[in-house]
C-alpha cells in the first residue's frame, strides 16, 4: 500500500514563526498535494505539484509556499504563521496528474498557531 | 470558482440499516467522482470512485449513484456498522485536480 508520512501529528507555533510541515511518499508517484482541512469548509487545495521542483498554485495559497526538491518529499512552508493558519493540514500523492485518479492522504498535521 | 456540495452535514443511522449520504456537484462538465471517509484522528481513505460513462458502482457493501442530469451523487452503505462512523467527503475533478465538499457526518447507533 502507498504511505503518505506527515512528519508531525501535532505543532503549536507562536504568530510570525516560520513553519515546514513535511510530507513524504514512497510509491513513486508524480503528484503531490497540500489541503487544508476546517469544519464545514471541507478540504480545500493550496498547493500541487506534479513534478520535482514544479508547482501550482491550488485555491487558497496566500499565506502559504511550497517546496520539492525531491520526487517524495512536499514541504509546505508558513512564512509567517498567523492565527487564521490554525487548521489541520493534509498531505496527498497521486500517481499521475489527471485528476482522474484517487489520493492518497497522510494521517494529518493539526497546527495551532497563538 | 464551482464547489461541490453535500445536502446534511450530519446523519445518524441505526445500525443494520442502510445508509444513504447525497453530494450534489455543480460542475457539469466533471467526469469523475470519488467518495472518501475520514475517521476521527485519521486522513481520508479511498470508498469508491465513478466515471461520468457510467450510473452505478458497486463495491464491497458501498454503492455509488450518479445521476448526470440533476448533477447528484450518492454513496449508500449497506448494514451500517460501528465502524462505519466518519466524516464522508465527496469529490469531482475539475481542472486536473479534485475538489471537495463539506463532508457529511455520519453517526451509528446501537
Known amino acids: 500500500d502507498v504511505k503518505v508520512t506527515q512528519s508531525s501529528r501535532y505543532l503549536v507555533k507562536r504568530t510570525g514563526e516560520k513553519v515546514f510541515l513535511e510530507c513524504v511518499q514512497d510509491m513513486d508517484h508524480e503528484n503531490m498535494f497540500w489541503y487544508r482541512q476546517d469544519p464545514g469548509l471541507g478540504l480545500r487545495l493550496i498547493y500541487f505539484s506534479y513534478d520535482v521542483k514544479m508547482k501550482e498554485k491550488g485555491d487558497i495559497p496566500e499565506g502559504y509556499s511550497v517546496s520539492r526538491e525531491k520526487k517524495e518529499r512536499f514541504s509546505l512552508i508558513l512564512e509567517s504563521a498567523s492565527t487564521n493558519q490554525t487548521s489541520m493540514y493534509l498531505c496527498?500523492?497521486?500517481?499521475?496528474?489527471?485528476?482522474?485518479?484517487?489520493?492518497?492522504f497522510g494521517s494529518g498535521t493539526q497546527l495551532s498557531v497563538l | 470558482g464551482e464547489s461541490v456540495g453535500l445536502h446534511l452535514p450530519t446523519l445518524s443511522v441505526q445500525e443494520g440499516d442502510n445508509s444513504i449520504i447525497n453530494c450534489a456537484y455543480s460542475n457539469s462538465a466533471s467526469d469523475y467522482f470519488i467518495w472518501y471517509k475520514q475517521e476521527s484522528g485519521k486522513g481520508p481513505q479511498f470508498i469508491i470512485d465513478i466515471r461520468s460513462n457510467m450510473d452505478k458502482r458497486q463495491g464491497q457493501r458501498v454503492t455509488v449513484l450518479l445521476n448526470k442530469t440533476v448533477k447528484h451523487l450518492s454513496l449508500q452503505i449497506a448494514a451500517t456498522q460501528p465502524g462505519d462512523s466518519a466524516v464522508y467527503f465527496c469529490?469531482?475533478?475539475?481542472?486536473?485536480?479534485?475538489?471537495f465538499g463539506a463532508g457529511t457526518t455520519v453517526t451509528v447507533r446501537a
Open positions: 496527498a500523492s497521486s500517481l499521475t496528474g489527471t485528476g482522474k485518479e484517487k489520493l492518497f
Open positions: 469529490a469531482e475533478n475539475s481542472d486536473y485536480k479534485l475538489s
